[in-house]
């Protein structure tokens, strides 16, 4: 748990030489030459919380990435030895200093590491966020994702036994549930476990071939699909809101899969590297590509559709940018376990 928020100062007034050997040994992390920058953060990680404050200004977005990366590492390792420090600038300053003070907090233990004002400003900074967030976009350069029903998100959330929901911003959702800290081992009764973090989008609004309106949302967990299986997950989604999707689009092993189940059964699937690729009956949308097909996409589409963006695009909803009129609601951050709520994740995450 977080240390008491009560800490004496631990910024004394340093002395011009050291400031230089600060500075110096700054320089160093900026090295090309391993030996140089690793000797310079060994270092500073050596004086402790004195190099606290000549570190901050190289962790937010400008600087080298040189410099950001080794700055950064230092106060990793200096870790809860740094945290009286870090909170007592988020209180006092120097107000340079503060907003990448809460990030290395954040970036150190997660938001609960942070005082009570430091979360109620974070939490309104997101719901002043999700105001004015429209339109929004979906990443699709590559991934893996669940699709579901859009007004069974209850149901869901039963389903998949998920805790601790907390409104988030797409790039919020996004980065929480694909690039940060996604996992986290904890210890019960029942020995080492781990809890996920995932990522439901908000409802997104697409038109069927038939011309009838349907509303899908999007679940995003890279950690939580990848070790408890997408295919299982669409199943189980299935039992409870009637349908649920799975699609996965994999550039580095030439590879794409969707997975339609309903009821808690496979309807249908392709995926490259399966075989046979298809599996079950294909469904209406691909009967229409095969008899729309020209000479050259004859063999394409012989099979079926064989893409998984485009048949997300046809049965629920392609990643992407998203219109504000077709969006609804607003994401969802959260995790797989009620002793583990999302401010337990390490890492700050954009808003």
Known sequence: ????????STSPIP????????????RGLSDSDRSVWQSAENRLVALGVQAVDSLLPYVGDGGSSRLKWSAESVLK????????????????????????????????????????VDRRAVERLVRIKLLDELPVKVPSEAGRWLAFPADRLDD???????????????????????????????????GTRTAYRLFITPGFETWRSDLQIQNWRMLWGNSFIDQLDGFALADKLSERCGEAHFYVIDPYNSAENWYVAREGHRMRS????????????????????????????AEEYAEGVPYALTA?????????PMPASGTHGHG????????????????????
């Open 270 to 297: 392709f995926g490259s590297h399966d075989y046979p690729q298809f599996r079950r009956e294909p469904l209406p949308f691909e009967v229409e590509y095969k008899e729309d097909a020209d000479e050259d996409e």
């Open 332 to 351: 969802w951050l959260a995790t797989t376990h009620p002793d583990v709520p999302n401010s337990r994740f390490r890492g700050a995450l954009p808003i």
């Open 77 to 116: 390792r200096l870790g809860d030895e740094a945290l009286p420090r870090l909170r007592e600038i988020r209180r006092q300053g120097p107000g340079r200093l503060r907003s990448n003070a809460l990030k290395v907090l954040v970036d150190l233990g997660g938001s609960e590491y942070l005082d009570e």
């Open 156 to 190: 869901a959330v039963s389903a998949l036994g998920l805790h601790c929901l907390r409104p988030a911003t797409m790039v919020m959702g996004v980065a929480g549930a694909t690039r940060a800290t996604d996992s986290l081992q904890f210890q019960d009764s029942q």
């Open 312 to 320: 997300a695009n046809s049965l629920s909803v392609e990643p992407g």
């Open 15 to 26: 002395s011009a030489t050291f400031l230089g050997d600060i500075n110096t040994l700054l």
């Open 1 to 8: 748990m977080p240390e008491p928020i009560s800490v004496p």
